[in-house]
């Protein structure tokens, strides 16, 4: 599973159940969920800096 953060990091998880990517993707905080769920268990691995890290002026965008 890859995973796009807002700084532009894109970081890749290894062997992610389905039911955990499907409940990823359902969950209302993709932050929390990664955090809670996914962070200390499926070894995220970065893989490559995307895009530039918004500005503070710019405005937020999500997973």
């Known amino acids: 599973m890859d995973i796009l953060f ?7 998880c290894f062997s992610v159940p389905e039911d955990i990517y ?5 969950a209302p905080s993709k932050g929390r969920f990664f955090n809670a769920r996914i962070k200390n268990r499926y070894q995220p691995r970065y893989i490559q800096q995307v895009r530039p890290a918004p500005s ?3 405005p937020p965008f999500h997973l």
């Open 6 to 12: 807002r700084s532009g990091k894109l970081y890749r």
């Open 22 to 26: 499907k409940a990823f993707l359902a």
């Open 56 to 58: 503070k002026a710019a």
